[in-house]
């Protein structure tokens, strides 16, 4: 799923991109073979990132043509819980993002597998985090069905559907976070997502 817009507030979301990590797509003109794009995460590298580090780490984003940069997020850091990208880089650069989601949800798949590659890199961008903490949370998430359950099991990682999002928008507005008059249908895009497991396995 992939949200249009800036920064906004945050809330959990009824699809793997909300509940795992927040962040910000740049993409940049091309130079060289490799398409350059620029990810922000909503916090310090942790676990719940390993996805897209283990994507970098095993060359997944350098396979699909990207030459992608994590920048890591910390206090202060204005991320909504989604990825976010502009109406403009959907509509101008759909075969970049295509293949930055792509990748990324191999990444995913292949952390669930091995995920040391991702560790490296998590720990070189937070050397304060152990070991043991990346193996707890990395067993967490998979024994809760984070990453992979419900729609995930035959969409593939990352899935939501759009009979999901009425529940999450009204969820959304008890709390206050979205007015009721708010257009979501209009806020995002499932073109990038559900292409079925066999698609992120090949």
Request: net charge negative; aromatic share 12%.
């Amino acid at each position: 799923m992939l949200r249009y817009g800036a920064a906004s507030s945050g809330g959990r979301s009824p699809c793997f991109w909300h509940s795992i990590s927040a962040a910000e797509i740049l993409a940049y003109p091309v130079q060289g073979s490799l398409e350059k794009i620029s990810f922000g995460t909503n916090w310090y590298a942790q676990a719940e990132h390993g996805g897209f580090y283990q994507a970098l780490a095993t060359g997944l984003y350098r396979e699909h043509g990207l030459d992608v940069t994590i920048q890591m997020g910390g206090p202060g850091i204005n991320v909504t819980h989604t990825i976010e990208t502009t109406r403009r880089l959907v509509e101008t650069e759909p075969d970049r993002l295509q293949r930055f989601v792509a990748a990324s949800i191999k990444g995913w798949y292949s952390f669930l597998e091995d995920p040391r590659p991702a560790f490296r890199l998590i720990q070189q961008d937070n050397p304060n985090m152990s070991n043991a903490q990346l193996v707890y949370s990395h067993e967490k998430l998979q024994e809760y069905g984070i990453i992979k359950s419900g729609d995930a099991l035959e969409k593939g990682i990352g899935a939501v559907t759009h009979e999901r999002w009425p529940t999450f928008f009204d969820t959304m507005t008890v709390a206050g976070v979205y007015p009721p008059t708010l257009p979501y249908q209009n806020a995002y895009t499932l073109d990038f997502i559900n292409k079925g497991v066999a698609a992120y396995q090949a």
